[in-house]
């Protein structure tokens, strides 16, 4: 097929008549009246649930190289680009034994059919392996910029496109007993894994590498996407780029991506509004209050860093509380208060763990590639730009996810328990809520003090508390924590409580404090002021803070809470 006419006079307003054509100027199909409506991206993202389970896509799997099948003779014809691949590919292959003939890309006026005949002629009786086509690498993303419109796509499409189905006219034409295999290779015009942008001007030759193995079996087309990631002379790269061509494997599609190979398999579209689109930058939002479905994906343009910031690709966001209650509304007046004036603007996730893939000036200390972990606004996300002072390096044997978890909870805890209550060795704390996720870090942190605990959580969860150390575990359901603490202490009660639970939670744990005893307050609902509780307790000093607006009053507390988390995790005390 050659061309395709679009014909809008034939219909009014935004609809047009479309009109195929072969390679002679036959009409070989029409398509009449294509309505053109305009969609949002956030539409065309939440539409991928009409499909869900009716459509199979192409997914990409990691799998490791065949050994080697007993190997093919002959000349393996390398169609070189100009970037300098296919020349050092000839010479690695040269220097492992092959015979090759390396047909550097300015011998051969791709666009035209009479050079790749000539060069058939040329190689004549020789008898070839493999043909390797890599002039779909001239078009790059930095090319791709500088295309000044439609007219530099289309050249590079001939560059690719265009020389490939000349190419397979002339070796359909000189009708080798034993035809060549085809490798088409092209790099990022698949979202393979980690892709962060596709190239969509060598993406058409795998939509060509696709006819071709339905329509010239015999070549056994095998379409290679390398990585758009790799740097430059990249060594290892060419090595897997060769010993492909040696292992002669069944794969038709594959593509690297950091060093690992992937094949491509259809399986069924799960469809997910939450599935990412592979290249894609996204953020998950709310489109409005009240419903966690109310979740999706956004898609966004990436943010620059700018001076102390990163930016960082996330491999792992954690959810907070915070999260479900902002999703829910129940925070809408504080969200209103802070200028957040619609769900779809109130920013969800609070950290995240990733690769750093960009810095600003005067940062130091945090390159490009550092796995990190990081506090920032919006880590819900597929990229986060945020302050330098909020990122610390991984603790190397927590994972992305595990370490995605911590600055938050651990932040708060450590801000309760060292900095505002001040424990010490030796006291009685009681902790609401122990098996949430600041629950869990305060309890390290009090255990690690050399306090003693009292915890409440759901009874299921008693056995896990006792058996990390927790004195007395009791009900975060029921007010019966409050009489057994005064009996488990003789009636003195506990010198510390960090509470989050609403309530009449609230005064009975004022009531279970020693006199003079500390409370620190962490909730979001039903927050009791300092007044109320002095008037019930006036002995007691009674902390209440939110870690993000005590992060905007102190500079310097969030990067010293998160050092400190990371801190405990290097020194293995958490
Ligand atoms: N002030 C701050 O800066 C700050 C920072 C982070 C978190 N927080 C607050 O601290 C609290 C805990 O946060 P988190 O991230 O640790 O949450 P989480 O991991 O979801 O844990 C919350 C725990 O609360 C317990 N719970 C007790 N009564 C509950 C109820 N009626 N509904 C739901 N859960 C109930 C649950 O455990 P059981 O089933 O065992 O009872 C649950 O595990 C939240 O209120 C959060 O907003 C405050």
Known sequence: MQALAAQPESRSGNSFDARFYAVDGRPVADVSDVRMVAASPAALVAGRD??????????WEPRERRAPSPPRTGDVVILADRGGVGARL??????????????????????????????????????CKAIVQLRALDATPAALDDARGAGDLGLALAASCGSTL?????????????????????????????????????????????????????LACVRLDLDPAAPANDDRELRALAAELQAADDEAQIAYRGGVRHVARLARHTGHALAPIAGQPFRIRASAYGALENLSLQPV???????????????????????????????????????????????????????????????????AGDAVVASGQSCLASHVTTDV??????PAALSFAQAAALPTVFSTAIHALRRLARLQRGERVLIHAAAGGVGQAA????????????????????????????????????????????????????????????GEFIPKSLGVLAPGGRYVEIGKLDVWDADRVARLRPDVAYHVFDLADAARYAPGLSASLLAETVAGFEAGSF
């Not at 890309?105 to 058939?120: E, F, H, N």
């Open 50 to 59: 009409v499909s869900d389970g009716l459509v199979y896509a192409v997914h």
């Open 90 to 127: 000839g010479e690695l292959l040269a220097a492992q034994g092959e015979r090759v003939v390396t047909v550097l890309a300015d011998r051969i006026d791709g666009a035209s059919p009479d050079g790749w005949k000539a060069l058939m002629s040329e190689l004549g009786d020789r008898r």
């Open 166 to 218: 000349h190419l397979i006219q002339a070796i359909a034409d000189a009708g080798w007993p034993e035809p060549p295999r085809l490798w088409l290779v092209t790099r990022g015009a698949q979202p393979a894994p980690g892709t962060v942008r596709t190239n969509p001007a060598q993406a058409p030759l795998w939509g060509l590498g696709a006819t071709l193995a339905l329509e010239h079996a015999e």
């Open 301 to 367: 343009a990436r943010r620059a860093p700018g001076p102390r910031q990163v930016e960082i690709e996330v491999a792992a966001a954690s959810l907070n509380f915070k999260d479900v209650l902002h999703t829910l509304g129940l925070l809408r007046e504080h969200s209103e208060r802070a200028g957040i004036a619609r769900a779809v603007d109130q920013p969800l996730g609070f950290e995240c763990a990733g690769t750093v893939v960009a810095v600003g000036e005067g940062v130091a200390g945090i390159a």
């Open 389 to 394: 002072e909020l990122v610390a390096r991984k």
């Open 443 to 502: 309890l390290q942190i009090a255990l690690g003090l050399g306090a003693e605990v009292f915890a409440t959580a759901s009874p299921g969860k008693w056995a896990h508390l006792t058996a990390q150390g927790v004195r007395c575990a009791m009900s975060s359901r029921t007010l019966d924590f409050a009489d057994q603490v005064m009996a488990a202490t003789g009636g003195q009660g506990v010198h510390v409580v960090l509470n989050s639970l609403t």
